[in-house]
């Protein structure tokens, strides 16, 4: 077995195409699209990398890819958090600790040999995509922009000597457990008192409309644990390719006295329909994607921010109940991701009945 760094076109399909062979039995997987992971990756096309570095590695062993692995140096995110952090990501391996050991390690080289001091992952590549390692929940496939991972990636972390940083959580809510009418009542109150009205997404006008969520964003997440501010370039980046799947009922800001005081955006679980392409576009599989897209009746809610002047008169709570009350296309969704020790979203959460069913943890460790 030996690791060697990726440098060539053949070395890059081989990393790309890696987790087809990791996952080959396992039901629950949802294969991404090989075109989106290309475009992820590329220093050419993603926005990402103005900022940042990486290096891709993969295990070999008789000529055949059995493990892989990103080192990725987030400037941005040293500068903001005033850290000498590599991260990792895109972790796949064989169940063997040696290949996971030797992947971990030649990541921390890099970082040693950049003057780092803490490795840090699994992020795919910022906080800002995907990122954690699902720990609890392995009963059902990811949604939408969720990672997945084997049960035997938890030991494979601990024995080569990395451990928790942070958990994330996600949450499942449909309308079946919310009490519609008593949070009416409720949520018509709130938005009497802070006169609070919400305003769907205007997609005829999308490039003015991303520039005020990038705003939003930004401030609302500023203080959140691993957060990097996103430029410009990269939220545009991210909102061109989440247009098509964007639908009004689930994208809405809200308003307090006329100003924008929170941002929700809820997306389809596109995941129900990509399973069924097995990553690939062409032949077939943009008409599986098409076909099963029709009958997809859950979503994700993948970013709830409020910005620090209208926090605490429970903005928060009036967004997640406008989306069910407005969407009853979608009666369940995911809520996710939430930091563990973000105690007003859990709490909200908790009393609305929704349930914690997945859990998914960023680890680190020094780099010596």
């Not at 070999?60 to 890819?65: N, P, R």
């Not at 990122?131 to 929940?137: A, D, K, N, S, T």
């Not at 620090?308 to 989306?323: D, H, S, T, Y």
Request: hydrophobic content about 40%; aromatic content about 10%.
């Amino acid at each position: 077995m030996e690791i060697r760094p990726v440098t060539t076109r053949a070395d890059r399909r081989a990393f790309i195409r890696l987790p087809w062979a990791i996952y080959a039995w396992d039901k629950n997987w949802v294969p991404p699209l090989l075109l989106d992971q290309e475009t992820l990756l590329d220093p050419a096309k993603n926005p990402f990398f103005q900022h940042a570095e990486m290096e891709m590695y993969l295990a070999w062993s008789e000529g055949v890819a059995i493990g892989r692995i990103a080192a990725i140096l987030d400037r941005s995110h040293n500068e903001f958090h005033g850290e000498r952090t590599l991260h990792f990501g895109f972790f796949e391996c064989v169940d063997d600790v040696a290949v996971a050991r030797a992947l971990v390690d030649r990541a921390k080289e890099m970082g040693r040999a950049r003057g780092m001091t803490t490795l840090r992952g699994p992020v795919n590549p910022s906080t800002n995509e995907t990122c954690g390692m699902l720990i609890e929940g392995f009963d059902s496939p990811p949604v939408i922009m969720m990672t997945y991972n084997p049960r035997y990636y938890l030991s494979l972390m601990e024995r080569v000597g990395l451990a928790k940083a942070k958990d994330l959580y996600a949450w499942y809510c449909d309308q079946d457990i919310v009490k519609l009418d008593q949070l009416r009542r409720v949520t018509q109150r709130v938005k009497e008192r802070h006169k609070v009205t919400f305003r769907s997404l205007d997609l005829s006008r999308f490039d003015e409309e991303v520039g005020l969520v990038h705003g939003i964003y930004n401030r609302a997440w500023e203080k959140n644990w691993g957060f990097v501010p996103m430029t410009e370039a990269e939220f545009r980046h991210m909102g061109k390719n989440l247009k098509p799947v964007i639908v009004p009922e689930l994208a809405f800001v809200a308003e307090s006295d006329g100003k924008p005081a929170g941002f929700i955006l809820g997306l389809p679980d596109l995941n129900l329909a990509l399973i069924h392409a097995n990553g690939r576009l062409f032949p077939f599989g943009l008409l599986k994607i098409l076909w099963h897209a029709r009958k997809i009746r859950t979503c994700r809610i993948i970013t709830l921010g409020v910005v620090p002047e209208f926090r605490k008169r429970g903005i928060e709570g009036l967004l997640i109940f406008e989306l069910i009350d407005r969407a009853p296309k979608y009666p369940g969704g995911e809520l996710s991701w939430i930091l563990e020790d973000n105690r007003q979203m859990n709490g909200i959460l908790e009393t609305m009945g929704a349930r914690l069913y997945k859990r998914y943890r960023i680890y680190e460790a020094p780099i010596e």
